[in-house]
C-alpha cells in the first residue's frame, strides 16, 4: 500500500493526493498542510487499510479520555550557552559513529532520494548537500548545527506554551530525583520556566 501511494505521489502529485484525501476526510485534509506528504500519504494508507477516516480514529481516542492525571515534566537545559555547546557535541559525536558513511549508504539504496523524510531530517539533510557537492565539510558541519539549534528553540518555544507544567534543569545534578519526587505527589518547582530569548 505505501509503494503503491508513494508511486501515486509520483505519477499524480502531492495536491491530487490532498484531493483524495479531502474527499474522504475533510478534517484530517484541513488540518494537514497540502505540501505535507508524510502527514497526507499517512492519513491516506490509515483510511484505505481500516476504512476509517484518521480523524475518526483520533476523535474517537480523545473522547476515550485518560484513566489518570497527567503530570508534565519538562526536562531541558536552561542554560542556553550549555545547550549550544552540547548540541555542538552530539553533531560532532554523529560524524565520528559514520554519519556521512551511513548517508552516502543510504542514498545508494534503490529508490532512496534526497526529499524522502528520513533524509530530510535535521543532520541527514546537511550531510546529504555535502555528498551532493553543494557544499564543504566545515559548511555542511556548521548548517548541521545551526540547523539542530531551530530546531532546539522550536522545541523550547512549544515546551513553554504547556500549561501547567514543572521545568527542571536538565544540567542540575539532581534533576531525575526532583523530577521523580514532583510525580510521587509532591510538586517542587526545580527550574523555571525558561523565557529567554534563544537567539
Not at 543510504?106 to 524522502?116: H, K
Amino acid at each position: 500500500l505505501r509503494a503503491r501511494l508513494s508511486a501515486d505521489l509520483a505519477r499524480v502529485g502531492l495536491a491530487a493526493l490532498h484531493r483524495r484525501l479531502a474527499a474522504v476526510d475533510a478534517v484530517a485534509a484541513a488540518r494537514i498542510h497540502p505540501n505535507d506528504p508524510q502527514r497526507t500519504l499517512r492519513a491516506l494508507e490509515v483510511w484505505e487499510l481500516t476504512g476509517r477516516p484518521l480523524s475518526a480514529w483520533h476523535a474517537a481516542q480523545a473522547e476515550a479520555g485518560l484513566a489518570y492525571r497527567v503530570h508534565k515534566l519538562i526536562w531541558a537545559p536552561l542554560d542556553r550557552t550549555l545547550l549550544w555547546e552540547r548540541i555542538a557535541q552530539r553533531f560532532d559525536l554523529m560524524l565520528a559513529q559514520g554519519l556521512i558513511d551511513e548517508v552516502q549508504r543510504l542514498l545508494a539504496m534503490p529508490g532512496v532520494t534526497p526529499g524522502m523524510p528520513a533524509l530530510r531530517a535535521v543532520g541527514y539533510r546537511q550531510v546529504a548537500a555535502y555528498l551532493h557537492g553543494d557544499c564543504d565539510a566545515a559548511s555542511m558541519r556548521q548548517r548541521a548545527i545551526a540547523a539542530t539549534r531551530q530546531l532546539a528553540k522550536r522545541q523550547m518555544t512549544w515546551l513553554r506554551a504547556e500549561p501547567d507544567a514543572h521545568w527542571f534543569d536538565a544540567a542540575a545534578p539532581a534533576a531525575m530525583e526532583l523530577a521523580l519526587h514532583s510525580v510521587a505527589g509532591h510538586p517542587i518547582w526545580a527550574g523555571r520556566k525558561s523565557s529567554g530569548n534563544l537567539a
